[in-house]
């Protein structure tokens, strides 16, 4: 047997195995998919289709970059679930939205608190990180302002919430003013 031959059988025994791990993996999730727990591959894009149009949005956009495959799905304009956030500041890949902690130093500076009293709230140590991780983004999204702007290190320096983040928290608690 020439050494072309070999090459040819193994490539065969490598895609037989692939196969077999197929009906193996499909036999598993049979069950899973009668339960309704899961759909069967390839149900999933048209689906999205489908309710992206009962939603009266544009169906969504799949595309290879690279090595990755990148899916666009669309929001109806002006949802931006409260007051309008700016993305001023922000880097490709960051979150637009506040995280827990974030929401939860708004609800804390709604009454003015030093900048010790926000780090309680967000289990934070590191005065320098915490300004620019957690609070500076708040600052450059109008959510969030200093007490005394003209004097950033003052030991009587509060954050309290501009009206903007007033109305974003409202939005987010229900209490609508």
Request: net charge positive.
């Amino acid at each position: 047997m020439s050494a072309k031959q070999r090459i040819f059988i193994s490539s065969v025994q490598k895609e037989l195995a692939l196969e077999r791990r197929a009906v193996k993996d499909f036999i598993h999730a049979e069950p899973l998919f009668l339960a309704r727990y899961i759909e069967k591959a390839g149900t999933g894009t048209l689906d999205m289709i489908s309710q992206c149009a009962k939603a009266g949005l544009p169906a969504p956009e799949f595309r290879q970059d690279g090595g990755q495959f990148i899916q666009t799905l669309w929001r109806p304009k002006g949802t931006t679930d409260g007051a309008d956030v700016t993305t001023a500041g922000t880097k490709p890949g960051t979150k637009l939205g506040p995280s827990r902690d974030q929401v939860q130093i708004l609800v804390k500076a709604s009454t003015g608190a030093a900048l010790t009293e926000l780090m309680t709230v967000a289990d934070r140590t590191n005065r320098t990180k915490f300004r620019d991780q957690v609070i500076q983004p708040l600052m450059d999204q109008g959510l969030l302002e200093m007490t005394h702007p003209d004097s950033p290190r003052s030991p009587q320096q509060k954050y309290r919430l501009t009206e903007q983040g007033a109305a974003w928290l409202a939005n987010q608690t229900g209490n609508k003013k």
